[in-house]
């Protein structure tokens, strides 16, 4: 049975940087791309970042390119958030994909994560 | 303003049938697959439809898929109480270069 369980979320203020975990179990990890996926308080489902599955190939929606980074070591996938805004308030889920490249392919989804950014 | 459109709302009785629909743009549903999740508010999401229409094992029958140019749907058959959650489409969009979500649809069984 896939399993994603995110971790690391917390309050932090406005500028400060925060890392998520996702650790993964019951498949091939290596063998997958990963991505990340929040949802702010009203609001829809936003893509955040994907890595491939050796880790080489990295994309990031607009809103956090060059704040936010994503790897992945055995079994777990970080997501690293640097200057950190308001509006990065959101559940952050962690998402498998069905292939080994970053694509829209997700078909399991972890219980998520929340970050809340305020002073 | 989300990349792909989907009604805010649907709604039906026990037993009908409802349809949502996802809008896009040929660079994003006109020349990708569409993937389809539930999403009941406090839990996982849950993939319920993939490329266009498929259905990942345990999904029921009475979720089905469909696309057709630059738009897609999701119909649901037997509405049951249990199916009262938020429903989202997502693609992928060679302009944005990235993964792009519907603003979702929340379906409440009345």
């Known amino acids: 049975e896939v399993q994603l369980l995110e971790s690391g979320g917390g309050l932090v203020r406005p500028g400060e940087s925060l890392r998520l975990s996702c650790g993964a179990s019951?498949?091939?990890?290596?063998?997958?791309?990963m991505s990340w996926v929040r949802q702010a308080p009203g609001k829809g489902l936003e893509w955040v970042s994907s890595?491939?599955?050796?880790?080489?190939s990295t994309i990031f929606a607009d809103s956090v390119k060059g704040r936010f980074t994503i790897s992945r070591s055995t079994n777990t996938i970080y997501l690293q958030m640097n200057r950190l805004r308001g509006e990065d308030t959101a559940v952050y889920y962690c998402?498998?994909?069905?292939?080994?490249?970053?694509?829209?392919?997700?078909?399991?989804w972890g219980q998520g994560t929340l970050v809340t950014v305020s002073s | 303003q989300s990349v792909l459109t989907q009604p805010p709302s649907a709604s039906g009785t026990p037993g009908q049938r409802v349809t949502i629909s996802c809008s896009g743009s040929?660079?994003?549903?006109?020349?990708?697959?569409v993937y389809w999740h539930q999403h009941v508010p406090g839990t996982a999401p849950k993939l319920l439809i993939y490329?266009?229409?498929q259905r990942p094992s345990g999904v029921p029958d009475r979720f089905s898929g469909s696309k057709s140019g630059t738009s897609a749907s999701l119909a649901i058959s037997g509405l049951q109480s249990a199916d009262e959650a938020v429903y989202y489409c997502?693609?992928?969009?060679?302009?944005?270069?990235?993964?792009?979500f519907g603003g979702g649809t929340k379906l409440t069984v009345l």
């Open positions: 890595i491939s599955s050796d880790g080489f």
């Open positions: 019951g498949f091939i990890f290596e063998a997958y791309a």
């Open positions: 490329s266009n229409n």
């Open positions: 997502a693609t992928w969009d060679d302009s944005l270069n990235g993964v792009v």
């Open positions: 040929s660079s994003n549903i006109g020349s990708k697959t």
């Open positions: 998402a498998k994909e069905e292939g080994s490249e970053s694509s829209h392919s997700i078909h399991y």
